[in-house]
């Protein structure tokens, strides 16, 4: 007697075949979503963190410095602010990277008596501690006295790129761009501005 034999046709396996990776792309595309909202939100953390503990430092240094915010510059076209023994000395739209130059730096105990008295941060050794992480940079970074009574006015816009985003770096990190829209070639990219008014308290 013939036995009847039941199978799949290949028309029926190229169906299969096709609605299975379908979903197999429809996966992927989600996990691949996933960790980019995932880095950027990890981005951006990282990126308001470093712009808010900036800015507290600064804030600090004015209400319990007792001295005047003192502007200073050097000859490498280098800039800073002295506020007592403490200064800050920092590049606008330079990227830490490799730790190769600096580009915001605390130091503590410095001799701000000249004007011309800020260390080259251009090139290593620097003096200082870099207060940005790698990846960052500034888009700007003003500490100005408003009139005489005390008060001044902090503002710390910190940036992220990843290093080596070059499409992306050539529009943010030459100043034509001062935030993270949506041409900007990079979803990675993260921007905190903070601005504040101190008062002195002694």
């Given at each position: ?14 169906i ?58 050097n ?38 008596t ?89």
């Amino acid at each position: 007697m013939m036995k009847s034999q039941k199978g799949f046709t290949i028309v029926e396996l190229l169906i299969a075949t096709t609605v299975f990776s379908v979903i197999l792309l429809m996966i992927s595309y989600g996990l691949i979503n996933i960790s980019k909202i995932y880095t950027k939100s990890v981005n951006q953390s990282r990126t308001q963190e470093t712009a808010r503990s900036v800015a507290d430092l600064v804030a600090q240094a004015v209400q319990f410095g007792g001295a005047s915010v003192q502007p200073v510059t050097n000859g490498s076209g280098d800039s800073g602010y002295c506020i007592g023994n403490k200064r800050f000395s920092y590049r606008i739209n330079r990227q830490v990277e490799n730790n190769a130059e600096g580009v915001l730096l605390f130091d503590q105990g410095a001799d701000c008596t000249e004007a011309q008295n800020l260390s080259d941060i251009s090139s290593l050794p620097f003096d200082g501690q870099e207060l940005l992480a790698e990846g960052m940079f500034l888009k700007e970074f003003e500490v100005n006295p408003i009139g005489s009574g005390g008060l001044v006015q902090v503002v710390v816009h910190v940036m992220f790129l990843p290093t080596g985003e070059d499409p992306t770096s050539s529009d943010l990190l030459n100043g034509t761009q001062d935030s993270c829209s949506s041409n900007s070639g990079s979803e990675f990219c993260a921007s905190s501005k903070l601005e504040t008014i101190v008062e002195k308290r002694i």
